[in-house]
């Protein structure tokens, strides 16, 4: 009620407006600020006035889209019809006149943070370049849905223990955590004579074998060991077994050659422990590894040739090709690229002998570690004996 001066109530003073943006001038981006790899996610650009409120262009207006911060180049722009984001990636869109927004989707392969742009193309359209459209975005991992084994040597030693590891990853081969406790068989396919075998990581000397391991929940790697006792070409496969997360989506392999370690000792392989006096016998050395496996040595390597316990020093070695003892030797050569040479032994009187291979450290690989030795018992030659009547 008026109480001051003249009473102007009869009728208050009205007038409507209209308020309306002002021509758009800079773009903006909305949408997720955290995606995960693979996913095909849609964003919009909207053009804004100064005030930042929506406006539309008065001209279809061009604009660039780009990712800086991407590494590997593995991130791309789809239109936003593409749902799954499989068509042909997109660099540009397209704000059509009398509109104020438009569209775009974007997936990423791997992870890492990007920022979404995008740009005016101030030669087309409205002038959008007072301010770029950006959005921060985090790619992260998806769930996972296979394994791989990613780190492990492809040429491996017999009787060497050596570590693996296998990786939980999503479908665009991202490293991810599980989120159940995830158990994962471990075979050795082509491994014809059953001698491969698993080991947990922690034994270092590949003593006690499994068959399995477990990821434990939110992690994504696990290491084990394998060994195998001969040589041959094998494939170390990682399976999911059920429970956990679900991981059957590829199982994590590695192909693996087995050779034979460097050798370091000998052995006298093969030959009889038990010859008569005055016989011309065959022998073998073998250069061995450190697990007893014959090896190749890589230069020609002497061997010296002993027979402790030949107290009546009648006892001497031969070439392997003097087939009748004739040329006693006290050295052998194993040639390089082979692991064995032969050489024959002969006793003139009975007894027990050891026979002794030793390396020429000096010369050819270092077989050290381990002389040859074998225990021989020499025994009396066969007695003749005439058969028949005594009077004629």
């Known amino acids: ?59 279809a207006s061009k604009i660039n889209l780009t990712d800086p911060g991407d590494s590997g180049n593995d991130g791309f722009f789809y239109a936003d019809g593409d749902s799954v984001c499989i068509n042909f990636p997109i660099t540009q869109i397209t704000i059509s006149s009398a509109s104020l927004s438009r569209d775009f989707r974007y997936k990423k392969a791997a992870v890492g943070s990007v920022v979404l742009i995008a740009q005016d193309v101030v030669s087309d359209g409205n002038n959008l370049s007072f ?9 992260t991992s998806a769930l996972p849905d296979r394994l791989s084994i990613t780190v492990g040597p492809n040429q491996i030693n017999i009787g060497s223990c050596n570590l693996y590891t296998v990786t939980a990853r999503d479908g665009m081969g991202n490293i991810a955590n599980v989120t159940l406790p995830s158990i994962v068989d471990l075979t050795d396919s082509g491994d014809s004579l059953n001698d491969g075998f698993f080991y947990d990581a922690a034994d270092t000397s590949c003593l006690s074998f499994v068959t399995q391991i477990s990821f434990a929940p939110s992690t994504n790697s696990r290491d084990f060991r394998y060994k195998k006792a001969t040589t041959g070409a094998v494939t170390l496969m990682a399976v999911d077994a059920a429970g956990g997360d ?10 693996v050659m087995v050779s034979d370690a460097s050798p370091d000792r000998l052995s006298i392989s093969a030959g009889p422990v038990s010859i008569n006096a005055g016989s011309c016998n065959l022998y073998t050395v073998t250069a061995k590894d450190s697990g007893g496996n014959s090896a190749n040595v890589t230069l020609a390597s002497k061997i010296n040739l002993t027979d402790m316990g030949d107290s009546a020093n009648d006892g001497y070695f031969y070439s392997d090709y003097d087939a009748n003892c004739f040329t006693p030797i006290t050295q052998i050569s194993i040639a ?49 004996a005439i058969i028949g009547p005594g009077n004629i």
């Not at 009620?1 to 009869?10: E, I, R, V, Y």
């Not at 208050?12 to 995960?36: C, E, K, M, Q, Y």
């Not at 301010?131 to 790619?139: W, Y």
């Not at 991981?247 to 994590?252: F, I, M, P, S």
């Open 246 to 255: 679900t991981l059957v989506a590829a199982n994590g392999t590695i192909g």
């Open 131 to 139: 301010a770029d459209g950006i959005k921060g975005v985090n790619v």
């Open 336 to 384: 390089a690229g082979y692991s064995f040479r032969d050489f024959r032994y002969k006793k003139a009187s009975p007894g027990s002998v050891l026979l002794g291979a030793v390396d020429v450290a000096s010369d050819g690989n270092n077989l050290s570690a381990a002389a040859g030795t074998r225990g021989v018992s020499v025994g009396s030659p066969p007695k003749l």
């Open 1 to 59: 009620m008026a109480t001051d001066g003249d009473n102007l109530s009869s009728a208050n003073g009205i007038i409507g407006v209209t308020v309306t943006s002002t021509p758009p001038d800079r773009l903006a981006i909305t949408g997720a600020s955290s995606l995960n790899t693979g996913s095909c996610n849609l964003y919009t650009v909207t053009a804004k006035d100064s005030g930042g409120n929506p406006a539309n262009v008065t001209l």
